[in-house]
């Protein structure tokens, strides 16, 4: 017994067993302690997981040492060592973490401008390891002081990055004032108070904070108010009231006054739908009450009108639908194929309203789209670029206030009419992102397959009458009233526009032959004015070894307001990859106020008389880069230069008189969805001296545009002076983007053959 008791003792005081128990016991002490600070110290669960791993390694590590190390090592020294290799671990672990780990995140979020992300990454790094000035740096430049104003008190505040699905809410405290520091960018909020309805916000900070807005617009905005739970209607959000500044194209900054409301959280369902019409809502007159169902200008009765009204079977209901139901598995996708009338009709039913025009901006954006970032941020996560329409809720497009999908996926009708025509809000799938900012006008009867609602219950009857303001979207004055000047006068006008050939000073920046199709070409040139270059993009057909053709692209307003890289442009994109495949050359340059070369987004669509300034001198750069472009393809040996093409989309196609009324070297021009756009200046007077484009032109159309309506794109081709012959004008079953794919290759490819 006493054998094996010496024995125990000298086991026990082994260096190597001392070490290794002593090291348990710490870090064991370590691990606990990190456990239980780790929540108020609200610490990233990779520090925990960090300690256990090098508690873990560490381990065989002491025990090694301490066994090759001198026998005689006291308790004490043993104990040194344990932290001393713990210390060594600790730092040479989180010098890998950080180093080859975290940093590359941070620098890929800064150079993507993701800041949010890139402040979550710098404050996980400091926390650990808050030694390093360049972290701290990052989190002094990219955090901002918010200013939550909230009318209760004791309401449990919580954050995370906008749209976020992999950040877990993170509590700030019940106290507005003490939070101090967020990530500058786009925000949400989430505020809890017992008895009341959870409220959520999304916005930018600094500026969602509902109250600092810009001292130049002259208000500040509402406090944020809980509602109880009882009150607020069911799959409905509180919107408060207030003033506020409405995100819609054309309104400028003047603020408007509302009071609080509830508004639908997603479109109508299908699935909702079909309860109104299971209800007897085609049928009951309560609810169509108070209409004037106008069709072409010819008055209808509630009878002939719901003629009109029928699914494919002939019963009441909307157009895609078969005997009164619709098709399975679609339940909660937004209803669709439905008139303004029946929006309205479904509104009444729910004993709501169709939202006006200044509810549904409210409720969509918080602020103007140029002082906050936020809409640009819902309209990348929104349903533009998708191919159908989705299910409500899917895409993360969340509203200031807590809605889905009012930007993309389906356009949604408003209470608003003018003209006899309805209006539509937020674009569509497939349509430009910033359809999510125009008030577009369509017939009340257009039962379109893209178009939807949502409805609002007001809590103030007097706010019916934001109603009583005028949606003001001029329409174009008709052919004759556009007075072509005489020769002098038109001389005098296009002075402005004087172009002289200068050294060009091309620099080819790269020639990429990856794709199977064509040679991607980068040109950099001089373009004479401000010394500024211009870069130039050539997509040049491959197994072509004659001179080719080409055509040159005039792009959509994307391009001058939220454009990609330039070296991200893809031909395939808006369906123009038919044209290289043809054997013709694509050229897309970099126009003053497109890409690389864009200047204030709101001159792209001026309002101010200083916006309406620079967008005039736009144009002219416009034309002198253009002769830039076309000197530079003349200098090219591989170019026929009696076989270059105008190809304007949209914007580019509604702003093509600057161009054609000065520039002589194009053998014909092609327009996809453009027209005269009654919202603009008139192409710095450009309208008035449209008999005098004399060369070829296509219009391709869609008689459902509602940028350019029919009577818009009529006034350009009638004010065109093309010979007969020599012009086409094509109008399709379509919106204003895209056009039937196959019908738009025929044209174009027929046209471009025929002429060149």
């Known amino acids: 017994m006493t054998e094996n008791k010496s024995l125990f003792t000298r086991f026990r005081s082994h260096p190597t067993i001392r070490a290794g128990t002593t090291y ?8 606990q302690v990190l456990s239980l600070i780790s929540t108020p110290l609200n610490l990233n669960e990779s520090v925990l997981q960090g300690a256990i791993w090098i508690s873990i390694v560490g381990f065989p590590v002491v025990v090694f040492l301490s066994y090759i190390i001198s026998s005689h ?4 020294k043993l104990l040194g ?11 040479g672990g989180s010098f890998y973490w950080i180093q080859y780990i975290k940093n590359p995140e941070l620098q890929e979020a800064f150079i993507d401008d993701e800041y949010t992300k890139t402040w979550i990454i710098a404050r996980e790094i400091n926390r650990i390891f808050p030694f390093l000035p360049q972290v701290q740096d990052a989190l002094d430049q990219l955090s901002a002081e918010a ?19 992999d950040f877990e809410w993170e509590y700030l405290g019940t106290d507005a004032s003490g939070v101090k520091n967020l990530p500058v960018g786009p925000i949400q909020l989430r505020l809890e108070k017992e008895g009341y309805k959870t409220a959520y916000l999304s916005s930018n900070n600094p500026s969602l904070l509902f ?35 409405p995100a819609i194209s054309g309104e400028g900054t003047k603020p408007f006054t509302l009071s609080p409301f509830f508004v639908d959280k997603y479109e109508v369902t299908n699935k909702e739908f079909k309860r109104f019409i299971d ?29 009109i009204m029928v699914d494919q079977t002939g019963r009441n209901a909307p157009s895609g639908w078969e005997l009164a139901d619709y098709p399975e598995g679609q339940d909660n996708k937004p209803v669709t194929g439905i008139t303004w009338y029946e929006a309205q009709a479904y509104a009444k039913f729910m004993g709501n309203i169709l939202p006006p025009y200044f509810h549904w901006s409210k409720a969509a954006f918080p602020i103007d789209e140029w002082v906050s970032p936020l809409a640009p941020e819902m309209l990348s996560l929104s349903n533009f670029k998708g191919t159908e329409v989705a299910e409500v809720g899917v895409f993360n497009s969340i509203g200031p206030y807590g809605t889905f999908d009012m930007t993309g996926n389906v356009r949604e009708w408003v209470w608003n009419i003018f003209g006899g025509r309805g209006m539509t809000m937020g674009g569509a799938v497939s349509e430009p992102e910033y359809t999510g900012f125009q008030a577009n006008p369509m017939p009340r009867f257009n039962r379109s397959e893209l178009t939807g609602f949502r409805t609002v219950r007001l ?8 109603f009583g303001y005028p949606i003001n979207r001029p329409e174009p004055p008709p052919i004759d009233f556009y007075k072509p000047l005489d020769d002098s006068a038109y001389k005098l006008y296009t002075t402005q526009f004087a172009y002289g050939r200068r050294d060009l000073n091309p620099k080819t920046i790269y020639q990429d032959e990856s794709h199977p199709d064509w040679i991607k070409e980068k ?81 792209a669509q001026p309002t101010t008389e200083d916006q309406i300034r620079e967008f005039r001198q736009m144009m002219v750069d416009w034309r002198v880069d253009t002769g830039r472009v076309l000197d530079y393809l003349e200098d090219r040996s591989d170019f026929n230069n009696s076989q270059i093409n105008y190809l304007g989309m949209s914007y580019g196609a509604i702003f093509t008189p600057i161009v054609l009324l000065t520039e002589d070297r194009f053998k014909s021009a092609i327009f996809l969805s453009g027209g005269f756009a009654p919202t603009y200046p008139p192409h710095s007077d450009g309208i008035f001296y449209l008999d005098r484009v004399k060369i070829p032109v296509l219009m391709l159309n869609g008689e459902q545009d509602f940028l350019i309506p029919v009577l818009a794109q009529e006034v350009l081709y009638q004010g065109l002076g093309s010979a007969e012959e020599d012009k086409r004008y094509v109008l399709y079953k379509a919106g204003h983007w895209p056009l039937p794919r196959n019908q738009m290759i025929n044209e174009t490819l027929s046209w471009l053959d025929k002429y060149n």
């Open 211 to 245: 109250q600092n807005f810009p001292a130049d617009l002259g208000f500040k905005a509402a406090p944020m108010e809980l509602v109880n739970k009882d009150v607020i209607p069911e799959g409905m959000v509180y919107v408060p009231g207030g003033q506020f500044v």
């Open 81 to 91: 060592l344990t932290v001393g290799v713990l210390a060594a671990v600790y730092l």
């Open 459 to 466: 809590l103030n009857p007097a706010d019916m009458n934001p």
């Open 523 to 603: 040109i950099s040139i001089d373009v004479g004015y401000n010394n500024e270059r211009m870069d130039i993009l050539i997509f040049r057909p491959k197994n072509v070894y004659n001179e080719v053709g080409s055509v040159l692209v005039y792009p959509g307003l994307n391009y001058f307001r939220n454009p990609p890289d330039i070296d991200e442009i893809d031909p395939g994109e808006y369906g123009l990859d038919f044209i290289i495949k043809s054997g013709r050359a694509l050229v897309w340059a970099a126009f003053k106020g497109s890409l690389n070369r864009m200047v204030d987004p709101a001159v």
């Open 147 to 165: 200013t939550i104003n909230i009318k209760q008190e004791d309401v449990d505040i919580f954050w995370k990055p906008y749209a976020s699905n």
């Open 24 to 31: 348990a016991f710490v870090a064991f002490i370590t691990v």
């Open 73 to 76: 090592f006291s308790t004490l």
């Open 279 to 307: 209800s007897g809502g085609y049928t009951n007159p309560r609810y169509w009450e108070d209409m004037d169902f106008v069709k072409d200008g010819i008055s209808l009765s509630l009878e002939e009108a719901l003629v």
